[in-house]
């Protein structure tokens, strides 16, 4: 047999093996060391293409922005100006509501104050206190002066204070020593009131 075609003997063949290896594992470390390297490259790459752009306005393209920024501020203000008008006019239109409700409730209270006018007088005539019908009088007219307490009405006390012409009206005057002057001495209509408004004059008797 030629030295040609010699096969290499079981042991050459693992000397081989274990030479190359060894080769092998001499360049794994040269390569690991390359690829840190190739990382940081690209890196740098992302951070430069992550840069700011910068741009150049012309003089034009100024005096836009400038106008578009003077409108806006425009606009702006006329927004402000617009919103405390509705805010004016929605708090007005509130008030003109609520002030035409108390009108209405106050022509409609004015309408009822001659049954109590009537109740008054029933009671002051009806028969003695054990009549079922006076019992009866008396309950309709207390259920009736809590309706009205109900509404916010009160009835003046006018007998025995100072005559006041913004809630009495004398139609009557009377020398009396035991009362001062100017006091009034009679109700002949009781006047009422809703909160600070006279919804009706007291008729009195007032002593000189």
């Known amino acids: 047999m030629s030295e040609e075609t010699k096969r290499p003997t079981p042991k050459e063949e693992d000397a081989q093996k274990k030479t190359g290896g060894e080769e092998n594992a001499r360049q794994k470390p040269e390569s690991a060391g390359e690829e840190p390297k190739a990382e940081k490259t690209s890196e740098k790459k992302k951070e430069h293409g992550r840069k700011e752009k910068t741009f150049t306005l012309t003089k034009e393209q100024m005096e836009a922005a ?10 702006k203000e ?3 100006r617009l919103a405390a008008e509705y805010d004016n006019y929605r708090k ?13 409730k106050i022509d409609t209270i ?13 009671m002051a005539t009806e028969g003695g206190e054990d009549s079922p019908h006076k019992k009866g009088m008396e309950m309709i007219f207390t259920q009736y002066k809590k309706i009205l307490e109900k ?13 006041d012409p913004n809630r009495h009206n004398a139609v009557m005057h009377i020398d009396d020593e035991n009362l001062g002057e100017n006091v009034v001495a009679q109700v002949f209509q009781a006047g009422f009131m809703m909160g600070d408004k006279v919804l009706r004059f007291a008729t009195v008797q007032v002593a000189n």
């Open 66 to 75: 400038e106008l578009a920024a003077k409108q806006l501020e425009s606009v």
């Open 78 to 80: 006329q927004y402000t």
């Open 92 to 104: 007005r239109t509130a008030k003109e509501k609520e002030s035409i409700y108390q009108d209405a």
């Open 110 to 122: 004015k309408e009822f104050l001659a049954v109590y006018d009537n109740l008054e007088r029933a």
């Open 151 to 163: 509404l916010g009405v009160t009835e003046m006390e006018a007998k025995g204070q100072p005559f």
